[in-house]
């Protein structure tokens, strides 16, 4: 899996260290700090892969399945999954939406059996025009993501990112994640409160319902401190 740094590193140090030289070995340490937070912010904010198995902000294709029971499907509408959607071009309802016989779905129609609302590009939902389609699984192909990243987005993993550094020069070597639990010789760091406020306000509609807490794995020296 391809993973986009949200921010590059030559805005990362203009920002957070101006002035700086690193050598060879710090460069490598920056760039791969940024992958791994850029990673576990878009995990946190309920990013995924695109269509083309990358994962980034950046505006294309994804392709979700989404089953009876996800929570932000009912009768009246189907709220996308991601946010800062700008297009859908393909809608499927059936029972096997994966396949491609053309007989185990039925391909839903803009403007006949639905329409996308996009009044809200973070919360873009397709409302229903004919009743709710009768297949238990929607196959949605929609554009997601943005042409430039804001930059308070930018900003936050910036600041993520020169956070955890501080922290590895407290403890010793991180590593980032967003998820999973650390083992005996780790400690897990909540992410600063303004950096999760930032990231809260670009939360996916789907993920407000699985929100865990944005943490750091960092290496304790002598066992879990």
Do not use: F
Not at 30 to 57: F, Q
Not at 119 to 131: N, Q, S, V
Request: net charge negative; hydrophobic share 40%; glycine share 10%.
């Amino acid at each position: 899996m391809a993973t986009t740094s949200i921010i590059t590193r030559t805005a990362y140090l203009a920002g957070y260290d101006p002035g700086a030289s690193p050598d060879t070995e710090t460069t490598a340490r920056i760039d791969a700090r940024l992958l791994d937070v850029s990673a576990a912010v878009m995990r946190y904010i309920g990013w995924r892969e695109n269509d083309a198995g990358a994962l980034t902000l950046a505006s294309t294709a994804h392709t979700m399945v989404l089953g009876d029971d996800y929570a932000l499907r009912d009768a009246t509408r189907l709220t996308l999954p991601l946010g800062v959607v700008s297009a859908v071009s393909d809608v499927r309802s059936g029972e096997d939406v994966g396949g491609t016989s053309g007989t185990d779905y039925d391909l839903l129609v803009s403007g006949t059996d639905y329409r996308l609302d996009l009044t809200d590009p973070r919360r873009a939902a397709l409302r229903w025009l004919g009743g709710e389609p009768s297949g238990s699984e929607l196959r949605v192909t929609m554009t997601a993501g943005w042409s430039a990243v804001p930059e308070d987005l930018q900003g936050a993993v910036g600041q993520l990112v020169a956070w955890s550094l501080r922290l590895d020069a407290r403890r010793g070597v991180a590593s980032v994640s967003a998820q999973g639990m650390p083992s005996s010789s780790y400690r897990q760091e909540r992410w600063p409160d303004d950096v999760l406020a930032v990231l809260d306000s670009y939360t996916a509609p789907h993920a407000s319902v699985m929100r865990r807490p944005g943490v750091v794995v960092t290496r304790v020296a002598g066992g879990v401190g």
